[in-house]
């Protein structure tokens, strides 16, 4: 058994090596960061879409069933003009029936993949979502849903980021 303890230069050596290896990874990470086409702007989660409010977009019932429903990004809660995506958090609330949401740009095909899929019995369920935008002309992003037995669905979106 080795009794010795380290001795200080052996440890100040080891020390100086880790800051220097740690310093050298710094601009790594920082490029690494930098290299998409876009740059995420985080903001403090804000409520633009609330089927249950009517002070809110959408606030007028819940979501008609097998339609592209059309939604506003750009100008609230912080969302600049020229974002080009938004991070979101979808909400749906009260389902009437087990069933599926899905957030897309407005003007394109709508996509066969779910933001959140919910079951008869849930209350209330919620899932994180980066969507792209659309043109302004027609809202930015829309939601389609399908719930069984001609179901419905409420649905709350909140703003936590965009891309630009």
């Given at each position: 058994m080795n009794t010795r303890a380290a001795s200080p230069t052996r440890f100040a050596g080891t020390a100086l090596m880790l800051l220097l290896l740690g310093l050298a990874l710094?601009?790594?990470?920082?490029?690494?960061?930098?290299?998409?086409?876009?740059y995420y702007y985080p903001l403090t989660p804000c409520r633009f879409v609330d089927t249950r409010d009517a002070t809110l977009?959408?606030?007028?019932?819940?979501?008609?069933?097998?339609?592209?429903?059309?939604?506003?990004?750009?100008?609230?809660?912080?969302?600049?003009?020229?974002?080009?995506?938004?991070?979101i958090n979808v909400t749906v609330v009260s389902p009437t029936g087990a069933?599926?949401?899905?957030?897309?740009?407005?003007?394109?095909?709508?996509?066969?993949?779910?933001?959140?899929?919910?079951?008869?019995?849930?209350?209330?369920?919620?899932?994180?979502?980066?969507?792209?935008?659309?043109s302004m002309t027609s809202g930015e992003l829309s939601a389609y849903h399908e719930t069984d037995g001609g179901g419905t669905v409420h649905l709350i979106l909140d703003a936590t980021g965009y891309f630009k």
């Open positions: 710094i601009p790594m990470q920082a490029d690494a960061q930098a290299q998409g086409p876009y977009q959408g606030g007028s019932g819940p979501l008609p069933r097998f339609v592209n429903v059309p939604f506003t990004a750009k100008g609230h809660c912080g969302i600049p003009f020229d974002a080009k995506a938004v991070s069933g599926f949401l899905t957030m897309f740009p407005t003007g394109v095909a709508r996509p066969w993949i779910s933001v959140v899929d919910w079951a008869s019995t849930d209350n209330a369920l919620a899932n994180g979502a980066i969507v792209p935008l659309g």
